[in-house]
């Protein structure tokens, strides 16, 4: 099925802005991305993608933003990245631009040669972000999130130019969740999934659920994870790499880094986020620029491993 536009792709990344710098901004941001891009990847497109969550018999479609490539022939790896709780997009929500945060990480795995699905699990079900929700009462579920990540695989192995085979999954907190969710063929939906993903990458994920599970991966999975990170704390997730069936995750872990470590945002104290370690304490939030390039490098070097980058 092709890629299908549904607005113009500059439009659909960032509608003009109220002043004129904020205007400069963000035609800056994207005519950046563009420029970054023009050598190997087409100009991002706005699609819709089908979730193979379907109340009522109709599949919820997932705003998305797809970065293809702009060469022919030959068959390319792809990969959907997976928000984390507070959406895809920047401050201006869903009217506005993705989040730089994903523009960059698009435009760094389009350098490696891949081409890039960015979705959004939120707009459609009427929700903003999560962060502020405790665990228990958040309206979006991982198992919503989980048909989202296996509906966009899906809607990747279809799109002319993809390898089918050579398909994944990367995401962070939420969306690192969501990777372990949609990898784990101890969910039956994964095990009966018509499109698994070829790797998985998740960037300080909550491992809890999961671990309760059990993991067994369809693919190879590295997790990326904070020493230092009190939302999303490391332990669970090691635990989860040791108990799990071969092919056993492997773990990279960054000593003193909080939540977010691969940011370029200052580190600040969330109070207005009502779980992690310390429930009504509030939780870390921020980049340590040592641990964001060393992430970098070490997730290069996975792409690297399971044959998706040369």
């Not at 929500?93 to 699990?121: F, I, K, N, W």
């Not at 372990?180 to 095990?191: D, E, K, R």
């Not at 960054?254 to 580190?267: K, L, R």
Request: some cysteine; hydrophobic content about 45%; overall charge positive.
């Amino acid at each position: 099925m092709p890629a299908l536009a549904i607005a113009d792709p500059i439009a659909r990344l960032g509608r003009p802005a109220t002043t004129p710098y904020r205007l400069w901004r963000r035609c800056a941001g994207v005519l950046a991305l563009l420029l970054a891009s023009a050598a190997w990847g087409a100009a991002p497109v706005a699609v819709q993608v089908p979730s193979l969550d379907g109340p009522g018999g109709q599949p919820v479609m997932q705003p998305g933003v797809w970065f293809a490539s702009a060469e022919g022939g030959e068959r390319h790896a792809a990969v959907v990245l997976l928000h984390g709780c507070n959406g895809p997009y920047g401050r201006e929500g869903p009217a506005g631009p993705l989040s730089r945060h994903l523009l960059d990480y698009a435009e760094l795995l389009q350098g490696m040669g891949l081409q890039v699905l960015v979705t959004d699990s939120l707009t459609s079900r009427g929700e903003r972000e999560l962060c502020t929700q405790k665990l228990g009462q958040r309206r979006i579920t991982q198992q919503q999130r989980r048909l989202d990540a296996l509906g966009a695989l899906q809607w990747l192995a279809a799109q002319p130019g993809v390898d089918a085979r050579r398909l994944g999954l990367i995401g962070w907190s939420h969306g690192g969740s969501a990777v372990l969710a949609a990898s784990n063929l101890g969910h039956p939906t994964v095990a009966a999934a018509s499109v698994r993903p070829a790797f998985a990458v998740a960037f300080y994920p909550g491992c809890t659920a999961d671990l309760a599970r059990g993991y067994q991966g369809t693919a190879p999975l590295l997790m990326l994870l904070g020493a230092a990170d009190d939302w999303t704390p490391a332990a669970p997730c090691q635990a989860l790499a040791e108990a799990a069936a071969a092919p056993r995750p492997q773990v990279a872990l960054f000593a003193d880094a909080y939540h977010a470590f691969d940011s370029q945002a200052p580190v600040r104290l969330r109070r207005d986020v009502p779980n992690g370690v310390n429930p009504g304490q509030g939780v870390h939030v921020g980049g340590q620029p040592a641990a964001r390039e060393a992430s970098r490098a070490r997730l290069r070097e996975f792409l690297v491993e399971v044959g998706v980058v040369r």
